[in-house]
C-alpha cells in the first residue's frame, strides 16, 4: 500500500541509501525532525470500508473512489491482500475478504476479486496454525461480519468450513458479553469494532458523544467509515478525507498514532546506543509527550480517550529518566482489585510486551516516597513474564518480533541497577529486528520511524567503531602495564581487561577516551595497591606506603615533581601511578586535585579494617578521576560545596560498600546469613531509589554528565555483584571482541 519516503530509505528501495554514519545520521535526522501523524503503513482493511462508502449527495458509485483504485494497485501476487512479508491467515483472509466485498459492491476489478476469492477458498482453512498470541484484535467480530456481507452480495464464500465455527461459538460470547451501556457511556476499546456490531442496535446519538475531535472513533477509520455509513456525520467525512488524501487514497488502521511513535523512537535509539546523536530530536520528542502527559494516563495519540498501560509505562519511565516530573498515579489507573495489572480496561489476554514496558518503569524509574503502586506494578509484572519465560511462551499479542523473548529475558536477567550500557546495547543489536518487526492490531501493521533497517545499520556500525576504538585501547593498556611490571603488584591481563571493560561499557563514545581511560587505569591501580595491602604482599612495605605518600603530596620536592621517572622494576606501580597524574589529568590544578584524590583514598584505605571492604572508597576514586579526566574539575571542586553533590558520594559510597561487603562475605564464607543478605539487598535497592532520583531529576548546579558518572560507577559495582565471572568474560567477548554482523 502506501509507502512514504522515509519508508522507503529506512527499507533500501532508493537508490543512493546512505552508507557513511554521517549520512545516515542526517537521513534519520531529517526522518525525525519531518514527522508528523505517524508513519504507518496502510491497512487493506481499513481503505476497503472506506472505499464501501456510497457518495453522500445521493449519487451512484463511491464516495471515496481513490480508495478503490489503491486496492486494484496493491492486491499481492498470490491474489490476497494485507502484510506482503509476514503471513498471517487471520491477516490475509481479513484483509483479503473485505477488499473483494468492496470490489464486488462497485463490480469492478472481477479478475481481482476473483484471484481473491480464490486465495479464501485455499487457506481459510488455515486459520487453525496461526499462532493463538497473534489473533487479530477484534477478529472473532469482524471477520464473521464480513462473511455475511459477503454471503449478502452473492460472494461465493466457504461460510461452512469447520475451522469458522469456533470463530461463530467466539464471536456470539463476546457479543452476548458485551456491555450496552457501557458501550454507549464511556470510550472503550469496544469502540474500535464498531463495524463488527450491526446486530447490537447502536444508538449513534450517544455514541457520537464518544467521537473523538478528529472525528473519528478512536482513531481508526473502519469505524468511523461505518459511522459515516449509518449516519452521514460531518466530522467523520472530514476525518476520512483527511487520512485519505495523506495516504495516497489508502487509510492505516490507526491514525494519528504520533505519541506511541515518539515515544517507541526515544526507547529504540536509546537502547541501539545512538541517542547521544540525537539529543536535540530526543528533547524535542519527550517535551512533546510531556506536554500531553496526564496523571490518568496516556494512549496512543494526544487526545485518546482510551489510554493504555503500554504507552503510559514507557512514557512515564522515559520522562522521569529525562528529568521530567510525572506521578505513578498514572499506574493507578490500570490496576484491578485482584492485584492484576490490564494494558486496558476490559482486556481478555495480557501482552507479554505491555507488561515487559511495565517492568522496566517499575524497575527503572521509581523514587523514594512513590506510592505503592509501582512495587505492585513490579511484582505482578515480573511474577508474570517469569511465569510466561518458564513456559516457554514470550510470544505478544501487540508485536511479532523474534527477538522480544530475547529482550525479557536479559531484562529480568540484568535488573537496571546492574545493567551497562553497552552490555544492553551488543545483546539489543540482536533483539532489535528493524524492518521485520511487525505490529498487530485489527490488522498487521508496520511504523517505518522506529523499525527499520537504517537504525539497525547504523548502531551496528557505531557499534563497530566502538570495537575498533577498545581493541586498540586495550592494546596500549596491555603494553602499559607490561611496562610498569604491574604483574609483580596481582595485575593479570584479565584483571586489566575486565577494568577498562567496566569503564567502557558505561563511558563508550569515542571522543570520551581520557575518561575511559583514566577509569580503567585508577581500577587497575587502585586495586593492585589494596591487593597487595590486604594480602601484606612483600612489596607493599612501609617505605612504599611512603613513597606513595610521597608522590602524592604537594610539597613538589618528590621524584614525579622533578620530571623523572621511577624504575619500573622496583617501582613500577608508583610509576604507573605518577603517569596517571600527570598524564591524564589536563593542568597542574587538575593534577592536584586527582593527587588530592588519591591520597583521601589511599588514607581510607590504610586507616581501614583489614577485612572490610574498600568498594565504596574506590567508586569515589574512580568519579573524582573520570571527572577530572573529563575537563570538569573546575567545576568538580564548586560540587564539592553543594548539599546534592555530598549526597551523590554518600550514596555512591554506600550502596558500593554494601555491595562490597556482600561479595567479601560470600568469599569469605563468614557465617552470613540469607536474612542478612536480602535485609543488605534490601537496603541497596532503596539506596538505588535515591540515587536514581538524584541523578535523573534535573539540577542546574551539577550537570548531567557529572551524575552520570556517579550512576555508572554504581551500576558497575552491583554488576560485578551480580553477575558470574563465566557471565562477564562472555559480555567482554561480545562487547568487544566479537564482531557485530
Keep these: 500500500m502506501h509507502i512514504s519516503e522515509t519508508a522507503l530509505i529506512f527499507t533500501g528501495y532508493i537508490k543512493g541509501e546512505p552508507r557513511h554514519i554521517d549520512e545516515m545520521i542526517d537521513t534519520i535526522r531529517a526522518a525525525l525532525r519531518s514527522a508528523a501523524g505517524c508513519d504507518i503503513s496502510v491497512s487493506p482493511y481499513d481503505t476497503a470500508w472506506i472505499a464501501l462508502v456510497r457518495k453522500l449527495d445521493g449519487g451512484e458509485g463511491p464516495e471515496f473512489p481513490s480508495c478503490i483504485d489503491c486496492i486494484a494497485r496493491n492486491q499481492l501476487p498470490d491474489g490476497s491482500w494485507g502484510d506482503g512479508a509476514f503471513f498471517l491467515v487471520q491477516d490475509r483472509l481479513i484483509n483479503t475478504l473485505a477488499c473483494i466485498i468492496a470490489l464486488k459492491t462497485w463490480n469492478v476489478h472481477s479478475d481481482k476479486c476473483n484471484k481473491g476469492l480464490s486465495f479464501i477458498h485455499e487457506n481459510i482453512r488455515r486459520l487453525p496454525e496461526d499462532d493463538e498470541n497473534w489473533m487479530l484484535a477484534g477478529f472473532e467480530i469482524i471477520f464473521p461480519t464480513l462473511l455475511e456481507m459477503?454471503?449478502?452480495?452473492?460472494l461465493d464464500i466457504p461460510c461452512d468450513e469447520p475451522t469458522l465455527q469456533d470463530i461463530y461459538a467466539k464471536r456470539d460470547l463476546k457479543l452476548a458479553k458485551i456491555p450496552k451501556e457501557l458501550l454507549h457511556s464511556v470510550p472503550t476499546a469496544l469502540l474500535l469494532s464498531l463495524e463488527g456490531m450491526p446486530d447490537l442496535d447502536l444508538d449513534w446519538d450517544r455514541l457520537f458523544k464518544l467521537q473523538s475531535p478528529d472525528g473519528s472513533f478512536l482513531s481508526s477509520a473502519a469505524p468511523t467509515a461505518y459511522a459515516l455509513m449509518q449516519t452521514g456525520n460531518k466530522k467523520c467525512l472530514e476525518y476520512l478525507a483527511d487520512i485519505t488524501d495523506t495516504f495516497n487514497g489508502g487509510a492505516p488502521s490507526n491514525y494519528p498514532m504520533e505519541l506511541f511513535e515518539r515515544l517507541w523512537v526515544v526507547d529504540r535509539l536509546e537502547r541501539l546506543g545512538l541517542s547521544s546523536y540525537f539529543k536535540s530530536e530526543i528533547d524535542s520528542y519527550l517535551d512533546y509527550a510531556y506536554r500531553h502527559w496526564s496523571d490518568d494516563g496516556i494512549g496512543f495519540t494526544w487526545d485518546c480517550t482510551v489510554v493504555d498501560i503500554d504507552d503510559?509505562?514507557?512514557?512515564?519511565?522515559?520522562?522521569?529518566?529525562?528529568?521530567?516530573?510525572?506521578?505513578?498515579?498514572?499506574?493507578?489507573?490500570?490496576?484491578?482489585?485482584d492485584g492484576e495489572f490490564v494494558v486496558y480496561l476490559g482486556q481478555t489476554n495480557q501482552s507479554v510486551s505491555a507488561m515487559y514496558n511495565l517492568y522496566r518503569a517499575a524497575d527503572q524509574a521509581a523514587f523514594p516516597g512513590?506510592?505503592?503502586?509501582?512495587?505492585?506494578?513490579?511484582?505482578?509484572?515480573?511474577?508474570?513474564?517469569?511465569?510466561?519465560?518458564?513456559?516457554?511462551?514470550?510470544?505478544?499479542?501487540?508485536?511479532?518480533s523474534s527477538g522480544l523473548p530475547g529482550e525479557v529475558t536479559y531484562g529480568l536477567d540484568f535488573p537496571w541497577k546492574a545493567n551497562l550500557p553497552r552490555v544492553e546495547t551488543r545483546m539489543y543489536l540482536e533483539q532489535y529486528g528493524g524492518s521485520?518487526?511487525?505490529?498487530?492490531?485489527?490488522?498487521?501493521?508496520?511504523?517505518?520511524?522506529?523499525?527499520?533497517?537504517?537504525?539497525?545499520?547504523?548502531a551496528k556500525a557505531d557499534f563497530s567503531n566502538f570495537q575498533r576504538h577498545c581493541r586498540h585501547e586495550l592494546q596500549g593498556l596491555k603494553r602499559w602495564c607490561e611496562k610498569n611490571n604491574l604483574e609483580m603488584y596481582g595485575v593479570t591481563p584479565q584483571s586489566a581487561m575486565r577494568a577498562y571493560f567496566l569503564a567502557a561499557a558505561n563511558i563508550f563514545e569515542p571522543y570520551r577516551a581520557a575518561e575511559r581511560l583514566g577509569w580503567a587505569r585508577t581500577a587497575v591501580i587502585s586495586h593492585?595497591?589494596?591487593?597487595?595491602?590486604?594480602?601484606?604482599?612483600?612489596?607493599?612495605?612501609?617505605?612504599?606506603?611512603?613513597?606513595?605518600?610521597?608522590?602524592?603530596?604537594?610539597?613538589?620536592h618528590n621524584l614525579a615533581r622533578r620530571g623523572e621517572k621511577y624504575s619500573t622494576t622496583e617501582n613500577g606501580l608508583l610509576n604507573a601511578l605518577h603517569e596517571l597524574i600527570n598524564l591524564f589529568a589536563p593542568g597542574e590544578e587538575a593534577s592536584n586535585d586527582l593527587r588530592e584524590a588519591w591520597k583521601t583514598w589511599l588514607t581510607e584505605l590504610t586507616t581501614n579494617d583489614v577485612q572490610e571492604s574498600c568498594e565504596g572508597s574506590t567508586a569515589l576514586l574512580l568519579v573524582r578521576t573520570v571527572e577530572i579526566c573529563s575537563g570538569r574539575h573546575y567545576l568538580a571542586n564548586l560540587n564539592l560545596k553543594l548539599s546534592e553533590y555530598s549526597q551523590l558520594e554518600k550514596l555512591t559510597s554506600s550502596i558500593c560498600s554494601k555491595v562490597g561487603s556482600r561479595t567479601l562475605s560470600q568469599v569469605n564464607q563468614n557465617g552470613t546469613t540469607t536474612e542478612s543478605i536480602e535485609n543488605l539487598e534490601q537496603q541497596v535497592d532503596q539506596e538505588?531509589?535515591?540515587?536514581?532520583?538524584?541523578?535523573?531529576?534535573?539540577?542546574?548546579?551539577?550537570?548531567?554528565?557529572?551524575?552520570?558518572?556517579?550512576?555508572?560507577?554504581?551500576?558497575?559495582?552491583?554488576?560485578?555483584?551480580?553477575?558470574?565471572?563465566?557471565?562477564?568474560?562472555?559480555h567482554i567477548s561480545k562487547v568487544i571482541f566479537e564482531d557485530v554482523i
Aim: charged share 25%; aromatic share 10%.
Design 370 to 400: 512513590d506510592d505503592a503502586v509501582i512495587q505492585r506494578a513490579k511484582a505482578y509484572s515480573s511474577a508474570f513474564l517469569q511465569k510466561r519465560r518458564a513456559s516457554g511462551d514470550l510470544n505478544d499479542k501487540w508485536i511479532i
Design 312 to 337: 503510559t509505562a514507557t512514557g512515564f519511565r522515559l520522562l522521569r529518566q529525562h528529568g521530567y516530573p510525572v506521578s505513578t498515579k498514572a499506574l493507578k489507573y490500570f490496576e484491578m482489585k
Design 688 to 730: 538505588m531509589k535515591e540515587l536514581v532520583q538524584l541523578v535523573y531529576q534535573s539540577c542546574d548546579a551539577i550537570t548531567r554528565a557529572t551524575k552520570q558518572t556517579f550512576f555508572h560507577v554504581t551500576r558497575s559495582c552491583c554488576y560485578v555483584t551480580h553477575s558470574s565471572p563465566e557471565t562477564i568474560d562472555s
Design 528 to 556: 593492585a595497591i589494596s591487593s597487595c595491602f590486604l594480602s601484606s604482599n612483600a612489596h607493599v612495605t612501609k617505605s612504599m606506603l611512603e613513597e606513595l605518600n610521597s608522590e602524592l603530596t604537594s610539597d613538589g
Design 436 to 458: 521485520d518487526n511487525v505490529w498487530i492490531g485489527k490488522v498487521l501493521y508496520r511504523i517505518h520511524l522506529f523499525n527499520n533497517d537504517l537504525f539497525l545499520k547504523l
Design 150 to 154: 459477503a454471503k449478502d452480495i452473492g
